[in-house]
Structures are given as structure tokens and as C-alpha cells.
């Protein structure tokens, strides 16, 4: 089940990232536009990340998911789910040749545990 979870969160993530990019991101792909200091690679990074957590609020409130991977409170903004990325992928580096919704999944299940 937590295959099949990830496998359509990250399906959902890469629908998202840029429709005119065929393909996929890798970690580090993500990471480059996230670190970035232009404003509008920041803001493609923030939309993929809200992104992530959006698919997994459809897929579980629609009864796809029988739980979820992490659970991100109401409080916290797009640019602090940034920052969460960053770090996670600085302390991960053999992350970054995973699928970028892997590993922000995977940033945010450190992150944002579900009790």
C-alpha cells in the first residue's frame, strides 16, 4: 500500500512541477531550483513542494491513501516547506538522485511526522 501511496503522490508531484517538461525531476534537480537566488526558481520550487503535500490531502480526503506519509500542520507557509527541503537535502546527499517528490516526501515525513 505505501508503495503504491508514494507511487501516486510522485505521479501527481511531477504533473505539477512544469507542464511544459516532459519527464521527471531528480532530488538534485529540485534542490538546484530551491537553493536558487532568483525568485522565480524559488517560486517553482515552493509550487512542486505544495504540490507534494496537495496530492497527498486529495488522495487520502478522496479514500485513495489509507494513511498519510506525513502530516504537515495548517500554520506552516510554502517557504518554510522550502527551507525543510534544503536542509533535509543537505543532510541527505544520497537522496538527491531520487525522484524529487520521493525526496521531498521523504523531507517531509522527517519533518512532519503523523502522530
Do not use: W
Amino acid at each position: 500500500m505505501k508503495s503504491k501511496m508514494l507511487m501516486l503522490l510522485g505521479l501527481l508531484a511531477m504533473s505539477t512541477a512544469n507542464p511544459g517538461h516532459a519527464g521527471y525531476y531528480a532530488g538534485s534537480n529540485l534542490v538546484t531550483f530551491c537553493e536558487s537566488e532568483l525568485i522565480h526558481d524559488q517560486n517553482s520550487c515552493r509550487r512542486y513542494l505544495s504540490g507534494i503535500s496537495d496530492a497527498q490531502d486529495t488522495l487520502y480526503r478522496l479514500e485513495f491513501l489509507a494513511e498519510r506519509a506525513f502530516c504537515i500542520p495548517d500554520r506552516v507557509t510554502n517557504e518554510q516547506l522550502r527551507k525543510i527541503f534544503v536542509k533535509y537535502a543537505n543532510e541527505h546527499p544520497q537522496d538527491l538522485k531520487l525522484v524529487a517528490s520521493g525526496m521531498a516526501i521523504n523531507a517531509f515525513r522527517v519533518a512532519y511526522p503523523c502522530e
